[in-house]
């Protein structure tokens, strides 16, 4: 008896030494919301970025009802230096673009409720002069479909409204590749008469572009933004950099996820309202925090198309069907490491410069996000990474390494300057210790073989930080298919194929694609 209350004490004493570093965590803890035009409720032809007015009321009417927070993006700031705590359930509303109906619908609303919120405005779009008109990424509109300066001066006197950049001329896509893509501003180097714009003319753009929206919405306000919403939620190291020593150390960016203490104030991540959602669609996303769909990969080889166009075309009308979230992309011209490569680099011959395209294509045409899947021999030559990154637009690197590894780190480091946000698939020669699954940072997981014995090691705690990889070449699809389901039963939603192969695997589609399990979460 005297062993069980020694034993109920310790716990006891181990549960009250831990109560204040979990509630250090979960008062700095909120999620962000990102609108963009709010139409009104007879709107035909929205954009899929758009929310009618009345189902933006209803939202807001519900947040407050079910008890949620809105907050500033002040109070976020004194919650990281050791003031106020956030309250529970604490939101941040955001509103992207500065089109009119942020002034006449949105602003009415947030009076209303009381509720704070951040506005973000694009210079070149507020520099046209009345009368004339705006190019709102392809389409043409009119001056007056944007706020007015007097508008946006009135908002900020009410206190409600914190004023961000948007950049002034970013939002919008450039020409980035030889085949004609045009990728987002901010990300992307210019490629004009056969050449791609270098480090420093890139950076000079940037700098230049964000000095100057800064300069413009304090000299129309008289206060200088200290936030810059990132255009298409696209932004790198070297683009944060520049926004801190600017005085915008706070970024916005399109990154799906909550927001803790240990998210960077220059890097927060928001929730896209999309499709303007009913309310109970709202309230559902909302309480799940938007619980992402299980991971679903397949590998493609480019070297091994008999041409690029026919290749890639026919690989991304498979995709398109098969509708998966994760395509690892080998980004080698050969099987050797050593060989040429389908990106501009200093390091390696390039084969062809098309990387890109396949990327580009693979994540606008069939929705999947792209994977590079690093060779082991590159994970050393961080210049080759940095021109990867430098020239191609992808989601996550594949690495043959463990979590926590060196060279890991470093690797991540010489692409993020260039290319971020950047997920990580780890795919070590043997299981990783326990331990390891903890420190995953929030869309990092573990790539196994889908064998017997590595299934076995693996509990069931782990499933959202590992995804099995089954082996064509050397397993029936009929077998791999009732392994999938079997493992779908066990909780374990997350694999793939390490190949793409063209035929005699319709039993696997089935049970791979997201397409046929949309309520898998």
């Not at 809105?70 to 359930?89: C, F, M, T, W, Y």
């Not at 050969?334 to 693979?362: E, K, T």
């Not at 060779?375 to 050393?380: E, F, Y």
């Not at 699954?437 to 889908?450: I, K, N, Y």
């Amino acid at each position: 008896m005297a062993i069980l209350n020694l034993l109920r004490q310790a716990l006891l004493a181990l549960l009250l030494a831990l109560l204040p570093v979990a509630g250090a965590h979960a008062a700095a803890d909120f999620i962000a919301l990102c609108y963009h035009e709010v139409e009104s409720d007879h709107s035909s032809g929205m954009t899929a970025t758009a929310v009618r007015a009345g189902d933006l009321a209803a939202q807001l009417a519900w947040l407050q009802a079910s008890g949620y927070h809105p907050i500033s993006l002040q109070q976020v700031v004194d919650a990281r230096n050791g003031g106020a705590p956030l309250p529970e359930k604490a939101v941040l509303l955001s509103f992207d673009d500065g089109k009119k109906d942020v002034y006449t619908r949105v602003f009415p609303l947030l009076k209303l409720f009381r509720f704070p919120a951040v506005v973000a405005l694009v210079g070149h779009w507020l520099d046209v002069p009345e009368g004339g008109t705006v190019d709102y990424d392809g389409k043409s509109l009119p001056r007056n479909a944007f706020v007015s300066w007097q508008d946006v001066r009135e908002m900020q006197r009410s206190g409600l409204v914190e004023i961000a950049s948007h950049s002034y001329n970013l939002h919008r896509s450039v020409l980035a590749n030889p085949q004609g893509n045009a990728q987002p501003s901010a990300t992307s180097r210019l490629y004009a008469d056969g050449a791609y714009e270098a480090d420093e003319a890139y950076l000079a753009r940037l700098h230049a572009d964000l000095r100057r929206n800064r300069d413009l919405i304090e000299r129309q306000t008289g206060v200088a933004p200290r936030a810059v919403v990132w255009p298409y939620g696209r932004s790198n190291g070297a683009a944060k950099q520049l926004a801190e020593e600017l005085g915008m150390p706070i970024g916005l960016t399109l990154v799906d996820g909550r927001n803790t203490a240990a998210t960077p104030l220059s890097s927060l991540k928001r929730y896209l309202i999309e499709d303007s959602p009913s309310l109970q669609s709202f309230a559902e996303a909302l309480r799940q925090n938007w619980s992402p769909d299980p991971a679903r990969s397949v590998r493609i080889v480019p070297a091994e198309w008999l041409s690029e166009e026919a290749g890639l075309s026919q690989t991304l009308d498979r995709l398109q069907r098969l509708s998966i979230n994760i395509v690892f992309v080998d980004p080698r011209a050969s099987a050797d490491d050593a060989g040429p490569v389908y990106f501009p680099s200093s390091q390696r011959p390039p084969a062809a410069d098309v990387l890109n395209r396949i990327a580009w294509q693979v994540k606008t045409r069939a929705g999947s996000p792209v994977f590079i899947d690093l060779p082991q021999a590159w994970l050393t030559n961080l210049q080759l990474l940095a021109d990867l990154a430098r020239h191609v637009t992808f989601d996550g690197v594949r690495m043959p390494l463990a979590p926590g590894d060196p060279a890991a780190k470093a690797a991540l480091a010489a692409m993020t300057r260039w290319r971020w946000p950047l997920n990580v698939a780890y795919a070590p020669a043997t299981v990783p210790q326990p331990d390891v699954w903890q420190t995953l940072p929030a869309g990092d997981f573990v790539v196994l073989p889908a064998t017997t014995e590595s299934r076995v090691q693996r509990p069931l705690a782990t499933a959202r930080k590992t995804l099995f990889e089954f082996d064509p070449a050397s397993q029936p699809a009929a077998d791999i298919a009732r392994e999938m389901r079997r493992l779908d039963a066990d909780g374990f939603r997350q694999f793939g194929l390490s190949a793409f192969p063209e035929t005699g695997f319709d039993p696997v589609w089935s049970e791979l694609s997201l397409r046929s399990q949309p309520l898998l979460k």
